[in-house]
Nanobody, 125 residues
Framework: QVQLEESGGGLVQAGDSLRLSCRASGGAVNNYVLGWFRQAPGREREFVAA????????YYGDSVKGRFTISRDNSESTVSLQMNMLKPEDTAVYYC??????????????????WGQGTQVTVSS
């Protein structure tokens, strides 16, 4: 059983940057694809980014391409999301997720096996 714990959320202004981190415990993190999703009030969960086990292959949601960067450190069992040029529409609860596959990156949340509790990101205009 893998436990995921996010940190780094907060209130920022449009154009600012923020870095989210997620620490995994209870399993060998290098056996998992790690990713980030988000959900804004009244909206469906949205794929943000995901990374294969080695950190060599990544995918991003269209709305964050060019602004967000996902990375991982398997020695520290962490995955991070660097968010630049934040917009008010980035406001959401951000969730870290793990999928039991080393290479098969998925953009559908149902294919992920473990989830964190989420961290709130609020971007003011």
């Amino acid at each position: 059983q893998v436990q995921l714990e996010e940190s780094g959320g907060g209130l920022v202004q449009a154009g600012d940057s923020l870095r989210l981190s997620c620490r995994a415990s209870g399993g060998a993190v290098n056996n998992y694809v790690l990713g980030w999703f988000r959900q804004a009030p009244g909206r469906e969960r949205e794929f943000v980014a995901a990374l294969n086990w080695a950190g060599t292959n990544s995918y991003y949601g269209d709305s964050v391409k060019g602004r967000f960067t996902i990375s991982r450190d398997n020695s520290e069992s962490t995955v991070s999301l660097q968010m630049n040029m934040l917009k008010p529409e980035d406001t959401a609860v951000y969730y870290c997720a793990a999928r039991m596959s080393r290479e098969r990156i998925a953009m559908t949340g149902d294919l992920y096996n473990y989830w964190g509790q989420g961290t709130q990101v609020t971007v003011s205009s």
